[in-house]
């Protein structure tokens, strides 16, 4: 996995964000490290979450050790926000 280093100033709303995404997602076991790390990564990293959300998704999902099942899910999931990209991810990984 790649580890990108760029600093939270600039990203409106992430208290919100990280509240969201960890609260809907507390239930989840440890074994979905991945999916905590990609969420962290496009926090922090305002070209990732770009690319994330445009047509880069598959490139950028590939930095990341992902399970088969979380890489679908992750591909498969439609959003016009990081916000709701990750609402709907923690919506699948609860189901």
Do not use: Y
Request: charged share 25%; net charge negative; hydrophobic share 50%.
């Amino acid at each position: 996995m790649t580890h990108r280093s760029h600093p939270i100033a600039g990203v409106l709303g992430s208290e919100v964000i990280i509240d969201v995404v960890f609260g809907l997602c507390d239930e989840v076991d440890m074994s979905k490290v991945a999916l905590q790390a990609l969420i962290g990564t496009a926090l922090v990293d305002q070209e990732f979450c770009t690319d994330l959300l445009n047509g880069k998704r598959p490139l950028v999902l590939a930095e990341f050790d992902l399970t088969a099942a979380e890489r679908e899910a992750a591909l498969a999931t439609e959003a016009d926000s990081f916000k709701e990209f990750a609402v709907r991810l923690c919506d699948w990984l609860a189901a």
